[in-house]
């Protein structure tokens, strides 16, 4: 079955650094990743995906890279800020169990980035 | 304008009683899910409807019972709780039921914390 796991259940950054947060996963099969932040008291909020056949995507301060050699895959936060502050998941997406055409999103057990000022 | 909006925020009920949740989206979108998050953080997937039809129905007590009266809503009845249903339950929505090619964002309620006593 799918495991998604992350590396660090705790990520201490000092304000202005970079954050690097890891996540593996257990199927070689797994085609499309998702990264989401949730800050206290809030639901998940989308930061970015990638399909497998990217092994990098950019967005606004965000990377992801993906490595499927080693089913691996990371964020990285730039010039963290104290905002950055939250639990971040990886999210897998794979067929769900009921249903033809369903699909579900495997959430890993999150990574709180503490960020210092 | 909320997004995704639950009711109620939070939930203190006696073991044995029967409860409720309401999930609306006013984002035009066809699918829904209950998420529940448990005090580890850990994020999982109960249920999921696709214009009222039920798509992913995980391993969850015959006690949980999902309600799409449209496709805007999506309310989550539970009877007879018991202590371990304490937790934080998340809505969510997407614009449709995704997949590999689809686009995946799933968009979350702020989450109902239910404490079971």
């Known amino acids: 079955g799918e495991s998604v796991g992350l590396h660090l259940p705790t990520l201490s950054v000092q304000e202005g650094d970079n954050s690097i947060i890891n996540c593996a996963y257990s199927?070689?099969?797994?085609?499309?990743f998702i990264w989401y932040k949730q800050e206290s008291g809030k639901g998940p909020q989308f930061i970015i995906d990638?399909?497998?056949?990217?092994d990098k995507r950019q967005g606004q301060r965000v990377t992801v890279l993906l490595n499927k050699t080693v089913k691996h895959l990371s964020l990285q936060i730039a010039a963290t800020q104290p905002g950055d502050s939250a639990v971040y998941f990886c999210?897998?997406?794979?067929?769900?169990?009921?249903?033809?055409?369903?699909?579900?999103?495997?959430f890993g057990k999150g990574t709180k980035l503490s960020v210092i000022p | 304008d909320t997004a995704v909006s639950q009711t109620p925020k939070y939930l203190v009920t006696q073991m044995g009683n029967d409860k409720s949740i309401k999930c609306e989206q006013n984002?035009?979108?066809?699918?829904m899910y209950w998420y529940k998050q448990d005090s580890k953080k850990f994020l999982k997937i109960m249920f999921s409807?696709?214009?009222?039809?039920?798509?992913i129905n995980e391993t969850v007590p015959n006690r949980f019972s999902p309600k799409s009266p449209d496709k805007a809503h999506l309310n989550l009845h539970i009877n007879s709780l018991e202590l371990g249903d304490s937790a934080v339950y998340f809505c969510?929505?997407?614009?449709?039921?995704?997949?590999?090619?689809?686009?995946?964002?799933?968009?979350f309620g702020p989450g109902t914390r239910l404490t079971v006593l």
């Open positions: 969510a929505s997407s614009q449709d039921r995704g997949g590999y090619s689809s686009y995946n964002e799933q968009f």
């Open positions: 199927n070689s099969a797994s085609d499309y």
């Open positions: 990638i399909r497998s056949n990217m």
């Open positions: 999210a897998v997406l794979k067929p769900g169990k009921t249903g033809a055409g369903s699909y579900q999103l495997t």
């Open positions: 984002l035009g979108h066809d699918t």
């Open positions: 409807y696709n214009n009222k039809e039920l798509i």
